[in-house]
């Protein structure tokens, strides 16, 4: 049965299901990638504790791509699936089966729970994948501090360090933008 044909009874049913579900994640985006809807499952993965902090996140904070690319594609195809990068609340990227569907204004998006794809399952691509997703975390609109904090979160999967360090040259001087663990060690030197 489609669901244009469902009565309003059930498809407010089938509305309230989604919004609850902990195992189908929702989104739905405005055409501009800003958030209009999430159900209970966005807001556990992302681990968003407010109104406010929901609203400050857009597509491209979520996922790791550019709306424009997803409605380039939506405006000869009404849905896509593909495997997507999503930015976790630890700044961790995941790469999740994602289903995005045109709606008259703006995206739906879907994934489920069990969609996850863990990067160990795929030793021999783990440094590939890594490295690929700080190319797109470099190419994102993010702000710096989060762009270094993703950045040293992938080498970490990738690279099992103790320390790091993220510094600029600005003119003769090293200046210190992220780093890991090496508080202390300043401190105890």
């Known amino acids: 049965m489609e669901l244009a044909k469902l009565?309003?009874?059930k498809r407010l049913n089938l509305l309230q299901?989604?919004?609850?579900?902990?195992n189908i994640a929702l989104f739905v985006f405005d055409e501009e990638g800003k958030i209009d809807h999430v159900n209970?499952?966005?807001?556990?993965?992302?681990?968003?504790?407010?109104e406010?902090?929901?609203?400050?996140?857009?597509?491209?904070?979520?996922?790791?791509?550019?709306i424009s690319e997803i409605l380039d594609e939506l405006k000869s195809k009404n849905e896509i699936s593909r495997n997507i990068r999503l930015i976790c609340s630890d700044k961790s990227c995941t790469e999740i089966y994602t289903t995005f569907l045109?709606?008259?204004?703006?995206?739906?998006?879907?994934?489920?729970?069990?969609a996850k794809t863990d990067c160990s399952f795929y030793p021999d691509s783990k440094l590939v994948r890594s490295l690929d997703c700080i190319s797109n975390i470099l190419n994102s609109t993010l702000e710096l501090d989060d762009t270094f904090e993703l950045i040293l979160n992938n080498l970490k999967s990738i690279i099992d360090y103790d320390?790091?360090?993220?510094?600029?040259?600005?003119?003769?001087?090293?200046?210190?933008?992220?780093?890991?663990?090496?508080?202390d060690s300043i401190d105890e030197g």
């Open 17 to 22: 299901t989604l919004n609850i579900s902990k």
């Open 163 to 183: 320390k790091s360090l993220v510094v600029f040259l600005e003119g003769d001087n090293l200046t210190l933008k992220a780093s890991r663990n090496m508080i």
């Open 102 to 114: 045109k709606l008259d204004e703006g995206i739906l998006a879907l994934f489920t729970l069990d």
């Open 40 to 50: 209970q499952a966005v807001l556990e993965i992302l681990g968003v504790k407010d």
């Open 52 to 66: 406010k902090e929901l609203i400050s996140l857009n597509i491209q904070k979520i996922f790791d791509l550019r």
């Open 7 to 9: 009565n309003q009874e």
